[in-house]
């Protein structure tokens, strides 16, 4: 059975920094695209980062560039989501989601199947 597990969230202060993983257990295909989604109290989830499996492409919502790097170590089956010049705003419980497709709709929560339970990020003086 197909499992996620994330890990890594905390409180930190605004500046700080935080490295999210993301284990993946179960996994059959070679193909598929490991996202990372946040959800703010009262806000909708939304996408900010994700891989492609094999050849490694990435993508990132505006509000995360040059801040967040995504990345993989295939030999672990986990994928970190490296988290610098944290922000108040980026205070969410972080989510990570395996999906099948890679395109235009990436970001968006019905591209993929299964869900991680989440790690809550806290920045905050």
């Known amino acids: 059975q197909l499992q996620l597990v994330e890990s890594g969230g905390g409180l930190v202060q605004p500046g700080g920094s935080l490295r999210l993983s993301c284990v993946a257990s179960g996994v059959t295909s070679d193909y598929y695209t490991i996202g990372w989604f946040r959800q703010a109290p009262g806000k909708e989830r939304e996408g900010v980062s994700c891989?492609?499996?094999?050849?490694?492409?990435?993508r990132y919502a505006d509000s995360v560039k040059g801040r967040f790097t995504i990345s993989r170590d295939n030999a672990k089956n986990t994928v970190y989501l490296q988290m610098n010049s944290l922000k108040p705003e980026d205070t969410a419980v972080y989510y990570c989601a395996l999906g099948e497709s890679w395109g235009s709709s990436i970001f968006m929560s019905d591209a993929y199947n299964y869900w991680g339970q989440g790690t809550q990020v806290t920045v905050s003086s």
């Open positions: 891989i492609r499996s094999r050849l490694g492409f990435t």
